[in-house]
């Protein structure tokens, strides 16, 4: 019984850890310095240790032009997140570029030409 009670408490801590992380990763993007990154995905998970979670990971993948520099995203988003939920964080920040020719984008596909930033 013991263990469902706190299986139940934890899910519901870290589905409130993602809301709340989803939350900031929106609007540190609608930030003037960030207007042309696009939000791809926000994807939360936490290491346990025994029954107890441990720390809180925050992976955010975001879509930019080819060339466009992002710099110091993952810091702000490290900042943010975890003052919001007072929480031992990682932010992983994955960037995935595009080209726009005459009105259509592609997407690059080729995962050497990724660039990921991790802030602990």
Not at 5 to 25: C, D, G, I, P, R
Not at 57 to 70: H, R
Not at 103 to 112: H, L, Q
């Amino acid at each position: 019984m013991v263990v469902v009670v706190l299986t139940v408490v934890t899910t519901a801590q870290h589905l409130a850890f993602e809301t709340t992380a989803k939350s900031e990763v929106e609007t540190t993007l609608e930030q003037p310095e960030y207007e042309e990154l696009g939000l791809v995905s926000v994807s939360t998970e936490y290491a346990t240790r025994g029954v107890v979670p441990h720390d809180q990971m925050v992976t955010v993948t975001v879509s930019k032009p080819t060339g466009d520099e992002a710099l110091g995203l993952e810091a702000e988003l490290w900042i943010r997140i975890s003052e919001a939920t007072d929480e031992e964080i990682v932010v992983e920040v994955q960037f995935v570029e595009y080209a726009q020719a005459g009105g259509e984008t592609n997407a690059v596909t080729d995962p050497g030409s990724d660039t990921t930033n991790t802030l602990s």
